[in-house]
């Protein structure tokens, strides 16, 4: 097996067992590599012994702490996390609500800073975790002001629908985008999740759109007639982080 093999081999499993939260047996390896078994079980146990990987009782692995630990501080060595979290921290106190922060990767969003409000139901740790764009107020902002091959590609596939409030129409998503594009700010109602509403603004810095924050919670508390303020405010906060990566004074 030539090395470059290997690195390709492993990472299709990495990339595989982010996709699968229940984790992976020998077998799925095996058959998504197209490779005898032992092939896999030797890769994966080699994982495993550098902490890339766990493996639980039941024989299925799972991404371990030295992975989590690689992603992290990828996460935090991105300049736009390490500039907008005192930003982050003031939309939280304003709000009392959970804010994150997200950044697009294909179709979907990656979320890759949070800051937890202070009510006693919150939305969970996100950080790391992915949403499907279409359907999150972040992934849709970041769709609405990205350029015209990067929302096509979204735009041509097919849509899931994860709620009976997800927009699943690309041509209605199209409309719903240019609606974003001039007000400013996207929102999601129920679509992601049920009883989970979230509103987002984007972040541009030197001219380049470069994050989403949102703010998100449970239905009870934004209403969906709360939702243009917290947008607003939203996008001054995107504004102020846009100004903290380019180096300008924050007011």
Not at 44 to 61: E, I, K, M, N, P
Not at 183 to 201: F, P
Request: aromatic residues 4%; proline residues 5%; neutral net charge.
């Amino acid at each position: 097996m030539r090395a470059t093999d290997g690195v390709d081999r492993v990472a299709t499993v990495l990339e595989l067992l982010a996709e699968a939260p229940d984790g992976l047996r020998v077998i799925d390896v095996a058959h998504a590599l197209d490779v005898h078994k032992a092939t896999a079980s030797r890769l994966l146990a080699t994982l495993a012994g550098h902490r890339v990987l766990d493996r639980d009782a039941s024989g299925r692995y799972r991404l371990g702490p030295a992975f989590l630990r690689f992603a992290a501080s990828a996460l935090t060595g991105l300049e736009v996390v390490s500039q907008a979290r005192p930003d982050l921290e003031l939309l939280g106190r304003r709000t009392g609500e959970t804010v994150n922060l997200a950044i697009l990767d294909g179709s979907e969003v990656v979320y890759v800073d949070q800051v937890t409000g202070d009510h006693a139901i919150v939305a969970g740790n996100w950080v790391g975790r992915r949403s499907p764009a279409h359907c999150s107020s972040s992934g849709k902002v970041l769709l609405a002001f990205a350029d015209a091959p990067a929302r096509d590609r979204v735009l041509t596939g097919p849509l899931e629908r994860l709620t009976p409030q997800t927009v699943a129409d690309p041509r209605r998503l199209r409309m719903l985008l240019e609606e974003v594009r001039r007000r400013g700010y996207a929102r999601s109602v129920s679509e992601l999740e049920d009883g989970l509403h979230t509103v987002a603004a984007p972040v541009f810095a030197r001219g380049e759109l470069i994050a989403a924050v949102s703010v998100s919670g449970p239905s009870f508390r934004l209403p969906e007639r709360d939702l243009p303020q917290l947008g607003k405010l939203a996008i001054d906060t995107g504004a102020a982080i846009g100004r903290r990566v380019a180096g300008e004074t924050v007011r």
